[in-house]
């Protein structure tokens, strides 16, 4: 069992930043791959990016383009987005995701609100 609370959502002008936290707490977290994904109204549910708890690798969507930063720290349980150069398209609900290798994510976090507008 997985459990997730996300932290760090707000409202940011345009090329604003912001860092999303994940307070995860679980046992045999190094079998887990940990996502960031956002929703936006009318939207799908669709993958930012992700981190393999054991190894640290990461993934990021196309839409990222270098803006984006996914880490973890084993130390404090924690898996971060730092998000930088923000666009109004960025504007979604983030959601912390985590999933045992090869399997679904079937934990999930609350979401925090991400509002990029001028």
């Known amino acids: 069992q997985v459990q997730l609370v996300e932290s760090g959502g707000g409202s940011v002008q345009p090329g604003g930043s912001l860092r999303l936290s994940c307070a995860v707490s679980g046992s045999g977290l190094d079998q887990y791959v940990m996502g960031w994904f956002r929703q936006a109204p009318g939207n799908e549910r669709d993958v930012v990016a992700r981190v393999y708890w054991g190894d640290g690798d990461t993934y990021y969507a196309d839409f990222v383009g270098g803006r984006f930063t996914i880490s973890r720290d084993i130390g404090k349980n924690a898996v971060y987005l730092e998000m930088n150069n923000l666009k109004p398209e960025d504007t979604a609900i983030y959601y912390c995701?985590?999933?045992?290798?090869?399997?679904?994510?079937?934990?999930w976090g609350q979401g925090t609100q991400v509002t990029v507008s001028s």
């Open positions: 995701g985590a999933a045992r290798l090869g399997g679904r994510y079937d934990y």
